[in-house]
């Protein structure tokens, strides 16, 4: 593989900084969120956006596609919505003087599938997005249809605690690369929202690069270095997530998928870009490990008990696992 350039990597850096601008000027006050939310996107994952209603998940989603030039639909999640709602149905119409079905697509045919308040849907209806997500197309009686390129599920969800909620199973969450927390506002943002916006209008942003620019930075994350011992921190620290791997794993039922893995790798490497380097590094890998590992690590009766939650014990094992296995030389590091 032919790695990226710096001249490559400071080229995308820009477009990447500029784009982050217009989500700032759609969600005020969140650029972390905004920053793991491109990270995500790049990476070519689906994010998982959780927090009260009214926050800003829906304008988020829909001010990234707005600046990206990409199509979005977006389909609201209620208990009554079937599979076949956002996968599409075959429909009886004439063709050629006969009588047969024809598939009409459904709105997952799209580039960004905004899926609004998806816990509020039934396990049924959840799980037939499984096929969509990991394998960027749908079935539909015994016959494929290929999804739009590129292709992302970015999802919101009420905290499970409300009412008229349903939690995801542990299969879907794993198809999601990120999960992340909206959080409330502070007074200052808060003055600046009813300062600059009004009920019932949508932020105005302007498209920041074309379809084709953002499929050239989709190809380029691929293209970042990853050197063999964060590749080797991202193992060990994924086999920590496992029961009888650490002492922070004792309050894990079950631990995090090799998918998890590979969303590590991939979220590294998108942040390196980000940050206009041309190597992931350990610091991109703690970075994301949170937003990549808190919603696929299991706890048991006894954690739950105590009050700990995913978070707490991914933060335990970054302190716990060591960036450097001992058995392997510290070089390649800060390339």
């Given at each position: ?7 490559e ?25 905004i ?5 995500g ?5 689906h994010?998982?956006l ?16 707005k600046?990206?030039?990409?199509g ?29 079905f ?47 390129k ?15 909620t ?30 600059h ?59 995090a ?57 991914v ?21």
């Open positions: 593989m032919e790695y990226a350039t710096e001249t990597v400071a080229d995308a850096a820009k477009h990447l900084r500029t784009l982050s601008s217009g989500l700032n000027q759609v969600l005020f006050g969140q650029e972390e969120l920053d793991l939310v491109i990270t996107v790049l990476a070519r994952g994010i998982l959780e927090g009260l209603p009214g926050l800003g998940k829906t304008e988020l989603v829909k001010g990234l596609s600046l990206l030039r990409l979005t639909k977006r389909v609201q999640f209620t208990p009554d919505l079937l599979p076949g709602d956002i996968t599409g149905n075959p429909v009886l119409q004439e063709v050629d003087g006969r009588r047969e024809v598939f009409q697509p459904g709105p997952l045919f799209t580039n960004i599938a905004l899926a609004d308040e998806i816990n509020r849907a039934s396990p049924k209806t959840q799980s037939a997005l499984l096929e969509a997500m990991q394998e960027r197309r749908v079935t539909v009686l015994g016959k494929t249809h290929d999804l739009p590129p292709f992302f599920v970015l999802a919101t969800q009420n905290p499970i605690e409300l009412e008229g349903y939690p995801l199973p542990e299969a879907q969450l794993d198809r999601f690369l990120f999960k992340l927390e909206v959080t409330r506002n502070n007074v200052e943002t808060l003055q600046r929202i009813v300062s916006r009004e009920i019932g209008t949508e932020p105005q942003v302007d498209p920041v690069m074309s379809g084709e620019t953002f499929e050239e930075l989709l190809q380029l994350v691929r293209r970042i270095y990853l050197p063999d011992v964060v590749a080797n921190y991202i193992a060990r620290l994924v086999d920590a997530t496992h029961p009888g791997q650490s002492p922070a794993a004792r309050g894990i039922r079950y631990g998928s090799p998918r998890a893995a590979l969303g590590l790798a991939s979220a590294a490497k998108a942040r390196a870009l980000m940050h206009e380097r041309t190597n992931a590094s350990f610091e991109d890998v703690k970075a994301v490990a949170a937003a990549v590992l808190r919603h696929r690590i299991v706890l048991d009766y006894n954690a739950r008990v105590e009050g700990l939650t995913s978070n707490d014990i933060r335990s094992l970054l302190d716990e696992v060591p960036f450097q296995d001992t058995a392997t030389p510290r070089t390649l590091v800060g390339h």
